[in-house]
């Protein structure tokens, strides 16, 4: 089959198409054949060398993807060869086939395509866990999510409208801040032009944000502290602006706050606080949303497999709304690059 490989860590030109070898899916596992993948910012990370695939994952890039079923390994019971599925996955994506575990399974929702498919496994896991699960996002609360132009940060608006939450982003460009708008937040704050502490107060009556989702990291932490409200909660799921940072517990203690940091990918397959407790609460909760169209994956651009580093350099360069998909040609077609 072919899939991307990496033949150093480096930039996007590192990333090259070659035949490797089919996966085989063990006990409790199918095989998918691939339609399309999709890009996030752990590819990146990947592909520079400073984000190794969990003990036992794909060296493969690519932490999403739709397909049909192609063959079931042992054990596995509920679905069939054909079957039209997207899923969330440890690595592997950017291949024509993967071998993925049972549990991280979601069926296409009603209405997409699998190219739309293949755009909402990581940002819906993400996203719900973040809110629901760890957040505890509720009616009325205040949320404020950074870095709102994002695939993460599209599904975290209509999420939080899904919730009954009301929405602040933050983002740089205009066109972004009218995008985010237009899903329905209800606040849109330029961070290159606006201190968006104070706009957080503004925009809330003095009361702050109730959670904050934050891809930010280090660079954010003092400055989301003050924007919280009193027993607000923060968030962190990336570190695009840095791992450390100094913690003033005074300043959270006197707010009752809290500060958690989550990552999907390292979490167990089964088990409390698995990805098998998020899948089946997504798909529980949110997908009849994505079905019915209240929720919508959100995509920038669609492009084919021999694409994959401009892809990369696109999202690098910040300047998409939503997703990035990549469409990989059947199995048994396609001419390696080697």
Known sequence: MLAVVVDQPGGPEQLRIAEVPD????????LLDVAATAVNRADLLQRQGHYPPPPGASEILGLECAGTVAALGAGVTGWSVGD??????????YAQRVAVPVTQLLPVPDGLTLEQAAALPEVTCTVWSNLVLVGGLRRGQWL????????IGTMAI?????????????????????????????????YTE????????????????????????????????????????????????????????GALLQIRGSVTATAL??????????????????????????ADGR????????????????????????????????????PGTGTSTS
Request: aromatic share 2%.
């Open 23 to 30: 996966p085989v899916p063990g006990p409790g596992e199918v």
């Open 84 to 93: 039209a599925v997207c899923a969330l996955l440890a690595g592997g994506g």
């Open 144 to 151: 404020l999510v950074h870095g709102g132009a994002s695939g």
């Open 158 to 190: 209509q999420v939080g409208l899904l919730l009954g939450a009301r929405v602040i982003v933050t983002a740089s460009r205009p066109d972004a801040l009218q995008e985010c708008l237009a899903l329905g937040a209800e606040a849109a704050i330029n």
């Open 194 to 249: 606006e201190d968006f502490v104070e706009r957080v107060r503004d925009i809330t009556g003095g009361h702050g944000a109730d959670l904050v989702l934050d891809l930010v990291g280090a660079k954010y932490l003092a400055r989301n502290i003050a924007a919280l409200a009193d027993g607000g909660r923060i968030v962190v799921i990336g570190m695009q602006g840095g791992a450390k940072a100094e913690l003033d517990l």
């Open 265 to 290: 990918r390292t979490r167990p397959l089964v088990g409390p606080g698995s990805k098998a407790e998020v899948i089946d609460a997504v798909r529980r909760d949110l997908w009849p949303a994505i």
């Open 295 to 330: 929720v919508r994956p959100v995509i920038d651009e669609v492009v084919p497999l021999v694409e994959i580093a401009a892809a990369h350099a696109r999202l690098a360069e910040g300047g998409h709304v939503g997703k990035i998909v990549v469409t990989l040609p059947g």
